[in-house]
């Protein structure tokens, strides 16, 4: 389904509450709420509402584990990395654990991160196909999502959970998840805001598939919900506007 939003601040406004609703529902529920960060600074506003009240105080912040969809393998203290990000203007706010917060550990090879990153899933979900609860996705103007990059050897991974990428520009690496396992939330949510994602974001919601699909395509959760939160600029060029709930 897709939400259209009249800006930016609207689209974060009800991606929080979103959030916010799941995991008290979730929690409710089935005692632990695994949420999976994206990056990138779309979702920099959600997590800041995230962080503050009346949200701050709605939600069950004992029982929420924060996951990476991806991670920039740069200093720990690099304003690129997803991580702090996500530490500055979410995690550092909150009455969260240390072992709630499972990120992308870069310090070593980018590979031993990703091996890393995998042992630390199958900890968590006890060796069970990893599902989480809300997978947070944004859209980058080439069509990527997490880190899984246009031509990357990552898109046709079926087996592994994570993987290394490297865009030929960038000076790192990154490690992602693979489509599969994010295809496997319970709730997948794009968060797409600002015109420069209106084509993009038109080729992929009205079904362009040449001349190969965009990573963002192999985005179709198993047997979960997929949401697309987008605001008008980023809307510019979809056709079927039936399709909207508009806000
Ligand atoms: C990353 C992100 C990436 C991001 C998109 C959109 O590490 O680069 O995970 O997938 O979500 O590139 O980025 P913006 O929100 O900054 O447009």
Redesign the pocket.
């Given at each position: 389904m897709i939400k259209l939003f009249k800006d930016g601040e609207a689209l974060a406004r009800d991606a929080a509450e979103l959030i916010a609703e799941q995991a008290r529902l979730t929690v409710e529920s089935c005692g632990r709420f695994s949420l999976l960060l994206?990056?990138?600074?779309?979702?920099r506003r959600c997590y800041q509402l995230l962080a503050q009240e009346p949200l701050l105080d709605s939600v069950p912040w004992h029982a929420v584990h924060f996951f990476w969809?991806?991670e920039?393998c740069v200093g720990t203290d690099d304003p690129r990395s997803?991580a702090l990000m996500a530490q500055n203007e979410l995690l550092q706010q909150l009455p969260v654990q240390p072992e709630q917060i499972h990120p992308i550990r870069c310090g070593q090879s980018p590979q031993q991160a990703a091996d890393a990153y995998q042992a630390e899933l199958v900890k968590y979900f006890a060796g069970n196909p990893p599902r989480f609860d809300l997978a947070l996705?944004?859209?980058?103007d080439d069509g990527?999502?997490?880190?899984l990059l246009p031509g990357s050897a990552a898109l046709a991974e079926s087996g592994r959970w994570s993987a290394v990428t490297r865009r030929p520009e960038e000076d790192f690496s990154?490690v992602t998840l693979t489509a599969p396992i994010i295809n496997q939330a319970a709730l997948i949510l794009f968060l797409v805001a600002g015109s420069g994602k209106a084509p993009v974001l038109g080729d992929i919601l009205n079904g362009a598939t040449i001349p190969h699909p965009y990573p963002a395509q192999l985005i179709c959760p198993t047997s979960g919900e997929l949401l697309w939160f987008v605001d008008q600029d980023a809307a510019a060029m979809l056709i079927e506007r039936a399709l909207f709930s508009a806000v």
């Open positions: 994206a990056g990138g600074e779309t979702p969809g991806d920039r997803n996705l944004g859209l980058g990527h999502t997490a880190s990154r």
